[in-house]
């Protein structure tokens, strides 16, 4: 790593080998947590060990010890906006309910880089396997039951753990989530948007009015947007396109209700958006929360053609 990511977060292991944490201190996963104004830690982690990629063991220019890494694309803009926020303070690295470093943060790091330094170098190495081992636990827990290929397990553990240091555990699992579990994603083909486009337009153009003491209520008694919900509902599949439009750019406030009211029209045991996205703090997370709700919806209306389907093959039997 160079010495500019070294500048950006050096994490200095102020606190090696500290006792384990007493009964009554909750279980933390392993990972990085805000240090909150009252000098405890975050309930949540910022990320945790599987969200590392490329994970090293390296010498400084000095020759002492330092773990480097980089956080998942996935979870970039959280670590960025974490960092942003707790510049002048410090985070916290929990290694099996006990903190292991407690670094100054000094400023905001978009390229989700990071490294942990110490006083005490010559204990790194002994921490750096502990890392290396539960992060490909967590690629080793996504690939369970596969058969298992030859070329890969004729390997010895240090290069297949040099590959799943690589990995992206989001991607795997959301290649494994597809594979496994086609029923909740969503595969469609539209050859002409024209008309759901011109709908479209014409609710952006509605909800741009400016009417600020309407509810969601109000908004919905719109005839354009009783024009786009209504060709939704007779035209499911163009979900797909609703999930990319402008209505889920800010889903928190009017449009979580607009969005859950067309799909709950035609799809009445869907959650609610809401649900999933409103506790949510940063853009990664809302996209995960996302993609769970897209799957429940995803898999209604899968069950939907299923059944459609079923239907036209008992009346051609």
Request: some cysteine; charged content about 25%.
């Amino acid at each position: 790593m160079d010495t500019r990511n070294t500048i950006l977060l050096s994490l200095v292991l102020l606190c090696m080998l500290i006792s384990p944490a007493s009964s009554q201190t909750p279980h933390r996963e392993n990972g990085w947590y805000r240090i909150e104004k009252s000098d405890t830690l975050s309930t949540m982690p910022i990320v945790t060990v599987k969200d590392f990629v490329g994970l090293q063991l390296e010498k400084d220019m000095k020759g002492a010890y330092v773990i480097t890494g980089r956080i998942s694309k996935h979870k970039r803009h959280k670590w960025a906006t974490e960092t942003g926020r707790a510049i002048g303070r410090q985070f916290a690295f929990v290694l099996n309910d006990s903190i292991i470093s407690t670094p100054h943060v000094i400023t905001q790091i978009d390229d989700g880089s990071f490294m942990i330094s110490s006083l005490f170098d010559k204990a790194l190495p002994a921490i750096y396997p502990k890392l290396v081992k539960e992060k490909s636990d967590s690629i080793d827990a996504i690939f369970s039951g596969w058969e298992k290929d030859s070329l890969y397990y004729i390997w010895t553990p240090a290069q297949q753990d040099s590959l799943k240091m690589t990995m992206d555990y989001w991607e795997a699992k959301a290649w494994i989530d597809l594979s496994t579990r086609p029923e909740e994603h969503l595969w469609y083909s539209i050859q002409d948007s024209t008309e759901y486009k011109k709908r479209e337009e014409a609710l952006i153009k509605e909800l741009e009015q400016p009417n600020f003491n309407s509810h969601a209520s109000d908004y919905m008694k719109s005839q354009a947007y009783q024009d786009f919900k209504q060709y939704i509902n007779n035209h499911p599949e163009y979900i797909a396109l609703l999930c990319q439009g402008f209505l889920f750019k800010n889903i928190k406030g009017l449009h979580g209700y607009l969005i859950d009211d067309i799909i709950q029209s035609r799809y009445p045991s869907a959650p609610s958006i809401r649900t999933y996205v409103d506790k949510t703090t940063n853009v990664d997370d809302e996209k995960f929360a996302v993609y769970q709700w897209q799957r429940k919806v995803w898999l209604l209306m899968n069950e939907e053609k299923e059944t459609f389907l079923d239907q036209i093959d008992k009346v051609w039997k």
